[in-house]
Nanobody, 124 residues
Framework: QVQLVESGGGLVQAGGSLRLSCTTS????????MGWFRQAPGKEREFVAA???????YYADNVKERFTISRDNAKNTKYLQMNSLKPEDTAVYYC??????????????????WGQGTQVTVSS
């Protein structure tokens, strides 16, 4: 079993920045593809970004050019740098890992391991 622990959430004004971290209990290089998802109140969980084991990145259209996903395998940690935040980015952000090969990187059902989530609130 792999444990994922998110940190870095909080309250920020629109236009501000936050960096989320996800630390894993297993070496990230052995976990494979990893992703970030988010869920706003009353909405379904949605894909934010993903990074493959070898560093290829994918983003949802509504966060491209604003968010950057990265991983540091030496620290067993991946990150989500969020810039130019908007009120509509308010959600609980979840770290995911252990994606099954094939299919879409945005399909949450293909990820085996999940963190507990961290709240991000963007005020207008």
């Amino acid at each position: 079993q792999v444990q994922l622990v998110e940190s870095g959430g909080g309250l920020v004004q629109a236009g501000g920045s936050l960096r989320l971290s996800c630390t894993t209990s297993r070496r990230t290089v052995s976990i494979g593809d990893m992703g970030w998802f988010r869920q706003a109140p009353g909405k379904e969980r949605e894909f934010v970004a993903a990074i493959t084991w070898n560093g290829v990145t994918y983003y949802a259209d509504n966060v491209k050019e604003r968010f950057t996903i990265s991983r540091d395998n030496a620290k067993n940690t991946k990150y989500l740098q969020m810039n130019s935040l908007k009120p509509e980015d308010t959600a609980v952000y979840y770290c995911a890992a252990g994606r099954e090969p094939g299919g879409s990187y945005s399909d949450s059902n293909r990820y085996h391991y999940w963190g507990q989530g961290t709240q991000v609130t963007v005020s207008s």
